[in-house]
């Protein structure tokens, strides 16, 4: 099982992820370089977070345009796993990808804290190993993170089991609180139709080892390899 | 040369945070009777020979204001 982070200029969680999968999972990983229409033959993409293109216009809207996106909407097309982090889920939002957009954070600060996530779909082949009921704690770092989309997409994304991770407080309850940025129903992670395409505001890339304070992103990282291998959810 | 000029826009309903906080500074301020603040953005677009309004509509839609949350507005040279 082969993995790809794709590198934009401005992006700077390429590293967190390829590390992870790397030294942690230790699991082929390669960088995919925006500027190359090449995906050197992997089974699984991540587009880490960061600032790409300098996040002018809107945050990912340049990004969509890099020739290697073209090839990343084409593998997501054909059912192949695709993760969007904090930018990245930005870049699938504007690509099209997933629906809705991100506002600027309600208070219209950067924030950058951990939250806590329930994992409402373990379906997709980023939550498969995330154990039933879990409560996954990971850091949040972002201005626009705001998650909108117009009334009825909600209802169907909630409708169709499609919101995958939500904010809560510690306890797994919702609160106003527990929600950093002012997201329409708390939403912090959706996935596309089919459930290949899994994008979230929060960084499981800087959450997979004690040191950084948390482990919980881990399983994000390691779903993929268990769905590839057609094994069950975690139990 | 000649300019086309876009504004772009939040929609209508769709929550603009800087405007909000605009609209509370200008009111500490003293300026009761500015009631609504909504932010955007401006392009000039300079145009060669031959750009239509068809053109910066498709420019419009293709990059410079996202569908989902924002509207825009084209004013074309005379």
């Known amino acids: 099982m082969k993995f790809g982070v794709v590198v934009f200029p401005g992006s700077n969680c390429d590293y967190d992820a390829y590390t992870a999968i790397r030294d942690v999972l230790r699991q082929p990983v390669e960088y995919l370089w925006h500027a190359d229409a090449d995906l050197k033959g992997v089974d699984c993409i991540i587009l880490p977070g960061g600032f790409s293109y300098g996040d002018y216009l809107r945050a990912g809207a340049v990004a969509r345009f890099a020739p290697v996106l073209q090839k990343v909407v084409e593998f997501a097309r054909d059912g192949g796993p695709v993760l969007g982090i904090c930018n990245g889920f930005q870049i699938l939002l504007e690509a099209g990808l997933l629906p809705g957009a991100m506002l600027k954070n309600r208070n219209l600060r950067f924030v950058h804290r951990d939250v806590y996530l329930a994992c409402e779909n373990r379906e997709t082949p980023f939550t498969c190993a995330v154990a039933e009921g879990a409560i996954l704690r990971m850091p949040v770092s972002h201005g626009e993170g705001n998650y909108y989309a117009p009334p009825d997409v909600i209802a169907m994304l909630e409708r169709t089991n499609r919101v995958v991770f939500r904010y809560v407080a510690r306890g797994g309850e919702r609160s106003a609180a527990a929600n950093p940025n002012g997201s329409q129903n708390d939403i912090a992670g959706i996935c596309n139709e089919a459930g290949n395409v899994v994008g979230l505001m929060p960084h499981p890339d800087r959450a997979y080892e004690a040191v950084l304070g948390s482990t919980d992103g881990l399983a994000l990282f390691e779903s993929p390899i268990r769905a590839l291998r057609g094994e069950p959810c975690e139990a | ?78």
């Open chain 2, 1 to 78: 040369m000649r300019y086309a000029r876009v504004t772009v826009r939040y929609k209508d309903g769709v929550l603009d945070p800087q405007g909000t906080t605009i609209q509370r500074a200008l009111s500490d301020l003293g300026f009761a009777q500015i009631e609504s603040v909504r932010t955007g953005r401006t392009f000039e677009l300079a145009l060669a020979e031959g750009a239509t309004r068809d053109t910066v509509e498709k420019a419009c839609r293709a990059l410079l204001a996202n569908p989902v949350i924002e509207t825009f507005e084209i004013e074309m040279p005379r």
